[in-house]
């Protein structure tokens, strides 16, 4: 399930405030990212497909069973 078009309107990043775009993530972040979550989804597996990327300053914070998780802690850090 996509993220909500009217949710991602009213989300910024919470590091610098600019707006996010909705990316699809690589395989290998995917995983790593469900192996991480696994622990706090007792009952069904995490599915991890997309996350959020700040415009401005890059980081992506990544979206877990449709839930974007907007923690500055749990983002990606920018892509080179
Ligand atoms: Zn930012």
Request: charge should be negative; hydrophobic fraction near 45%.
């Amino acid at each position: 399930m996509p993220v909500d078009p009217q949710l991602l309107e009213i989300l910024v990043c919470p590091a610098c405030k600019a707006d996010l775009e909705v990316v699809r993530l690589d395989t290998a972040t995917a995983e790593a990212l469900v192996a991480k979550y696994r622990d706090k989804f007792r009952d069904e597996e995490p599915v991890v497909e997309e996350g959020l990327r700040c415009a401005s300053c890059r980081k992506t914070y990544p979206v877990v069973s449709d839930i974007p998780v907007m923690l500055v802690e749990e983002a990606l850090p920018a892509a080179e």
